[in-house]
Nanobody
Framework: QVQLIESGGGLVQTGGSLRLSCAAS????????MGWFRQAPGKERDFVAA????????YYADSVKGRFTISRDNAKNTVYLQMNSLKPEDTAVYYC??????????????????WGQGTQVTVSS
């Protein structure tokens, strides 16, 4: 089992920044790809970003490319999402997910085995 705990959400004005953290515990952080997804009210959970274990590659949704940066600190078992130039449409509950990295499609929610409880991000206009 992998337990994931997100933190860092909050209320910010348009153009502001937030950094989300996702701390993993339980099984080793090694060999897991980590992803961030978000879900706005009344909408499905959408892919935001992923950081793979294999090759340490990063992937981003087009809507956040150039504004968000995903990173991971394997010594701390933590993955981060730095969010800059925030827009009202970024308002959502942000979830961290983990999947044993076997070259999955990191953009698909159903490929992830473990999820955190989510953290609310609200961007005011």
């Amino acid at each position: 089992q992998v337990q994931l705990i997100e933190s860092g959400g909050g209320l910010v004005q348009t153009g502001g920044s937030l950094r989300l953290s996702c701390a993993a515990s339980g099984r080793t952080f090694r060999n897991y790809a980590m992803g961030w997804f978000r879900q706005a009210p009344g909408k499905e959970r959408d892919f935001v970003a992923a950081f793979t274990w294999i090759g340490s590659r990063t992937y981003y949704a087009d809507s956040v490319k150039g504004r968000f940066t995903i990173s991971r600190d394997n010594a701390k078992n933590t993955v981060y999402l730095q969010m800059n130039s925030l827009k009202p449409e970024d308002t959502a509950v942000y979830y961290c997910g983990a999947v044993w990295d076997s070259g999955n499609n990191y953009r698909l929610e159903y490929n992830y085995n473990y999820w955190g409880q989510g953290t609310q991000v609200t961007v005011s206009s």
